[in-house]
């Protein structure tokens, strides 16, 4: 069984740079979908950005030129960088493996269509 475990988490100020790590372990990662979700307190979890194997990368409109998502599929790891950190990025960060494989095609952006699941790596951007 897959086990995804981010880490790169931090706080720093406005205008800062992050970068998340999401290294699975038991499965492989090539041929599905993978995201990265965010949840801030009291709203709901969104999707931030995804990446399939073979397909258009998605991107939240508002961190759209600020992220960046890539994949290293032979280190079975996904990553996120993070440039021009707001205080609205603030939250906690999940990285996330669509349930069923997907070699062409874009991702889904729901977050119901992922089912394996990081334990979260907290973003914490200051003003």
């Known amino acids: 069984q897959v086990h995804l475990v981010e880490s790169g988490g931090g706080s720093v100020q406005t205008g800062g740079s992050l970068t998340l790590s999401c290294v699975a372990s038991?499965?492989?990662?090539?041929?599905?979908?993978l995201g990265w979700f965010r949840q801030a307190p009291g709203k709901e979890r969104e999707g931030v950005a995804m990446?399939?194997?073979?397909?258009?990368?998605y991107y939240l409109g508002s961190v759209q030129g600020r992220f960046s998502i890539y994949r290293d599929n032979p280190k079975n790891t996904l990553y996120l960088q993070m440039n021009n950190l707001k205080p609205e990025d603030s939250g906690i960060y999940y990285c996330?493996?669509?349930?069923?494989?997907?070699?062409?095609?874009?991702?889904?952006?729901?977050?119901?269509?992922?089912?394996?699941w990081g334990q979260g790596t907290q973003v914490t951007v200051s003003s």
């Open positions: 990446i399939p194997l073979n397909g258009r990368v």
């Open positions: 996330a493996r669509e349930a069923t494989s997907r070699w062409n095609g874009d991702c889904p952006t729901e977050d119901y269509a992922y089912t394996i």
């Open positions: 038991g499965d492989t990662i090539s041929g599905y979908c």
